[in-house]
C-alpha cells in the first residue's frame, strides 16, 4: 500500500512494533502491577475496594493511574491492527503466516496468565493475539470474496459478525475490537487518509464495548507517520517480544510485591 511522502517525521514497521509494545507495557504494569498486586483486584470484591478507595487518597491515586495505564494500553490495539493488515496484504504465503501468529498466541498464554492473574490458567480470558488470529481468519474471506456482488457482501457482513462473537465467547482482550479495527482498515487500505480516519473511528466504536477506548484512536495518529518501510527484518524479536515481556513484567511484579 503506498503510504504518504515527505513527512518530516515518519516510523518504518519496526518503530510501530516498539510503540506498539511500549503502550502495551503500561498496560500491563497498571493491570499486573497496581491492580492485581497493590490494590487487591481480583481478591477483593468490588464493595471492599470502594470503601478502600472512599478511605483513602493514596489508594484513590493508585487506581486512578492503574485506570489511565489500561486508557493508554488500548491506544496499541489500531497500531498492531494495522501491522497485523499490512503484514496479511504483503505476505506471500498467508497459511504461514497466519500459523507463526496462531505460535505466538498460544506461546503467550502462560506469559498471558501469570502476569495478570498470577497464574499458569486462567479460563476468564484469552490473550489480545488471539484477536489479530481471528482477524486475520476475517480478512482471508475478505480477499477471497473480493467482489461487490451480493453474495460476497453477505460472506463477507456474515463472516465479520461471527468473528466478532467468537472473539467475545472465547473472551479474547481486546478481541472483537481488534477484529473490528482490522476490517476496518483493510477495506480502506488504498488510501492512507480515509485508512486512518476510518481506524480512528473504528477505534471510538470500540468504546461502546469497552469507554477505556475513548482514547484509541491516539493509537492511529502513531499509524500515520508509518513511510511504508516495514524496517530490519528480525521475526524472532518481532514474534518473541510480547511474551518475553509479559513473562518477564509478571515474573518481576510478583516477586517484589512478594517480597515487599
Not at 13 to 22: D, K, T
Request: with cysteine.
Amino acid at each position: 500500500m503506498a503510504r504518504l511522502k515527505k513527512k518530516r517525521f515518519s516510523i518504518n514497521g519496526n518503530g510501530l512494533r516498539v510503540w506498539g509494545l511500549f503502550l502495551m507495557i503500561i498496560g500491563i504494569v497498571g493491570r499486573s502491577a497496581l491492580q492485581r498486586q497493590i490494590l487487591g483486584v481480583g481478591t477483593l470484591s468490588t464493595g471492599e475496594l470502594l470503601d478502600a478507595m472512599n478511605a483513602s487518597n493514596d489508594v484513590m491515586t493508585i487506581a486512578t493511574m492503574a485506570l489511565v495505564c489500561q486508557i493508554i494500553e488500548t491506544c496499541a490495539v489500531p497500531i498492531y491492527a494495522f501491522l497485523a493488515v499490512e503484514g496479511f496484504e504483503h505476505t506471500s504465503n498467508y497459511p504461514m503466516y497466519l500459523l507463526r501468529v496462531a505460535g505466538v498466541a498460544l506461546l503467550s498464554e502462560i506469559p498471558f496468565n501469570i502476569a495478570m492473574s498470577a497464574s499458569l490458567l486462567d479460563l476468564n480470558t484469552r490473550n489480545p493475539v488471539f484477536g489479530l488470529v481471528i482477524g486475520l481468519a476475517v480478512l482471508f474471506f475478505y480477499r477471497h470474496y473480493s467482489g461487490k456482488n451480493l453474495k460476497s457482501v453477505l460472506v463477507k457482513i456474515l463472516v465479520s459478525l461471527a468473528a466478532l462473537v467468537w472473539a467475545q465467547m472465547l473472551r479474547v482482550e481486546f478481541g472483537a475490537c481488534i477484529v473490528l479495527v482490522m476490517c476496518v482498515l483493510w477495506i480502506f487500505r488504498r488510501n492512507p487518509i480515509y485508512q486512518n480516519l476510518a481506524g480512528g473511528l473504528a477505534s471510538v466504536a470500540c468504546s461502546l464495548i469497552s469507554p477505556l477506548f475513548l482514547a484509541a484512536p491516539m493509537g492511529m495518529v502513531v499509524v500515520h507517520f508509518y513511510n511504508g518501510d516495514k524496517g530490519a527484518d528480525n521475526r524472532m524479536v518481532n514474534y518473541l517480544s510480547y511474551p518475553v515481556v509479559l513473562l518477564g513484567l509478571g515474573l518481576f511484579s510478583m516477586m517484589v510485591f512478594k517480597a515487599a
